[in-house]
C-alpha cells in the first residue's frame, strides 16, 4: 500500500483505484477527524456493473455482461484483491452470481452505494462482504433501505460518499463532498439505534 501526506485533503481518505479502468472510488474518510490528513491508494477490483430499469437488454448482451462480472470475481480470487460491487435493481442475477463465484473461491468485496433488498443484504452478508451506504439512506422515500439498514452488523457496515453525486439531506441537490460523511453516519447512527460514535468506530475499522 502506498501512503501520501497532503496537506490539502480533509480527514484521512482512502482513494481506491479499479485495477482495471480509470474508475476512483473516494470513501471513508473519518467521520469527526478533518484536519491533517493522509491518502491511502488501495488497488481494487470493481465488479461488472449489474443494473435493471424495467426491460432487459439483448440476449446477446444479458450474456456478455454477466460473462463480464464473472471475469472480474475470477480476477478477484487470482490477485487476492476486493471487489466493488454496483448492482441497482438486479438482485437475483447479483446474488446467483456471487453465490456461483464464492463457490469457486473465497473474495473479499463491498456492495457499493447499497440499495436492495433485505434478501440482497442478506445474502451479501452471509457471504462474507460489507455493505456500504451512501447519502441515498438519508432521502425522505428512503425508509425502506433504513430498515434493512437496521439488520446490518455493525461489523460489515460502510459509509461513502458516491461524490460528487448523492449528497445526503439536507445538502441534497448539491455536489456531493467526503465533508458531508458524518451526516450519513448520524443518520444510520439514528436508524440502526446506534451512538455515532459507535457507527464512527466501526465504520472506521471496517475501511
Known amino acids: 500500500m502506498t501512503e ?10 482512502y482513494w481506491v483505484f479499479d ?6 472510488y473516494l470513501a471513508y474518510p473519518r467521520l469527526s477527524e478533518f ?10 477490483l470493481l465488479a461488472a456493473i449489474l443494473n435493471r430499469y424495467g426491460q432487459r437488454g439483448p ?3 444479458e450474456s456478455k455482461r454477466r460473462f463480464s462480472y464473472r471475469f472480474v470475481l475470477w480476477r478477484a480470487r487470482k490477485l487476492g484483491l476486493p471487489v466493488i460491487v454496483h448492482t441497482r435493481d438486479a438482485d437475483d442475477d447479483t446474488i446467483a452470481i456471487l453465490e456461483d463465484e ?32 451512501s ?10 433501505l ?9 461489523e ?34 439514528s436508524a440502526m439505534g446506534q451512538s455515532v460514535a459507535a457507527v464512527e468506530d466501526a465504520t472506521w475499522a471496517n475501511a
Open 4 to 13: 501520501l501526506t497532503t496537506e490539502a485533503a480533509a480527514g484521512e481518505v
Open 102 to 133: 464464492m463457490g469457486k473461491g473465497a473474495f473479499t468485496g463491498v456492495i457499493h452505494c447499497f440499495t436492495g433488498t433485505q434478501r440482497l443484504a442478506d445474502a451479501s452478508l452471509a457471504l462474507g462482504l460489507y455493505i456500504s451506504v
Open 135 to 144: 447519502g441515498i439512506a438519508t432521502f425522505k422515500n428512503s425508509q425502506a
Open 19 to 24: 485495477v482495471l479502468s480509470p474508475f476512483a
Open 146 to 154: 433504513r430498515d434493512v439498514i437496521k439488520s446490518v452488523p455493525l
Open 156 to 189: 460489515k457496515l460502510l459509509v461513502e460518499t458516491d461524490a460528487p453525486f448523492l449528497a445526503p439531506v439536507p445538502h441534497r441537490g448539491k455536489t456531493n463532498t467526503p465533508a458531508w460523511i458524518p451526516v450519513i453516519g448520524a443518520a444510520l447512527a
Open 59 to 61: 440476449a446477446e448482451m
Open 35 to 44: 484536519p491533517a490528513a493522509r491518502l491511502r491508494l488501495v488497488p481494487v
